[in-house]
């Protein structure tokens, strides 16, 4: 819920000068309801503040021991060629 008052007051702040409102403040503020992902707008039903779960979060790995590192299941197609030994002189 701070986090949503803290762009309506950056909103408001950018309702003053240069002729009116910026689209791309209106925009963060009505998204859904612009978008028809809701009939209800916002200034009657304010979105609820989801919270980030950290307990099943994992910092990328990428570089460390613990990488994910893919492996192939499909046969070589190419086999490597073995020269043929042979029998010192």
Known sequence: MAEY???VKRAFKH?????????????????RWLHS???DP????PP????FIWENHEFNLSGTPRQYVP???TRKKIQEWIPPTTASK
Request: glycine share 14%.
């Open 37 to 39: 992902m809701t009939d």
């Open 5 to 7: 008052v803290q762009v």
């Open 71 to 73: 492996y192939s299941t």
């Open 15 to 31: 309702l003053g000068g240069h002729g009116g409102v910026r689209g791309a403040i209106l925009q963060l503020l009505r998204h």
């Open 42 to 45: 916002p200034t009657t039903h």
């Open 48 to 51: 609820v503040a989801r919270k």
